[in-house]
């Protein structure tokens, strides 16, 4: 696990960094409790491909999984060395929303219990995390991967923000450019979206 991990923090090899990410993901899912679901049905099909691999529950796996595997799609996002301008950097944000659904999908509500209790606190995120959540229960794996490609994270205090990239016509308030995927201290935080930074 801990070479798993190693690489899944490889921000300078975005390439080995999905494959981490891919594999936590499988191992999630044949590793992780039972959902008491059909073996294919399109909830599974949704996190897991149209050939799932064969479930086998490993008892205590799902405390891995929502404490270093949840933990991970954290630390990589909001490392310095991550760079999510990066194309490749992109592909592996969205293998990240994939681990994310695929937590969901097994551990349910206690992951996202353990997101707000445990990781969020940690990492010291305060501000958007009801709305991300519910962006976790409702999208399907597609939209979610869209979503967290491209939408803000939950924001960190003292207004330090990863935002969404807009181009000048995107925000009416500010003929500015908008913070876009970088983690600043903002100029002003009175824009009328406030997922939105104005920077300098």
Known sequence: MKAIEHYAKETSD??????????????????GPATGL??????????????PPQQQPLSGFENLMNQRFSMLCWEVPYSSGFNPKDAQAKIVLGEVA????????KLGEAFLE????????????NRGVEEYCDAVRRMEGKE????????????????IARADLMSR?????YSRRCCALYYIKPHSITCQRPEYIEIS
């Open 114 to 125: 353990s997101l707000k209790g445990a990781i969020f606190p940690r990492i010291g995120v």
């Open 169 to 173: 016509s995107s925000c009416k308030k």
């Open 14 to 31: 975005p390439a080995t960094e999905k494959i981490a990410f891919n594999l936590l993901n499988k191992m999630s899912f044949v590793f």
């Open 38 to 51: 059909p073996p294919i049905n399109k909830a599974t099909i949704g996190v897991a491909g149209v050939n």
């Open 98 to 105: 994939s681990l994310q659904k695929m937590l969901y999908f």
């Open 144 to 159: 979610f991967k869209g979503f967290f490609q491209a939408s803000p994270l939950p924001l960190k205090p003292h207004g």
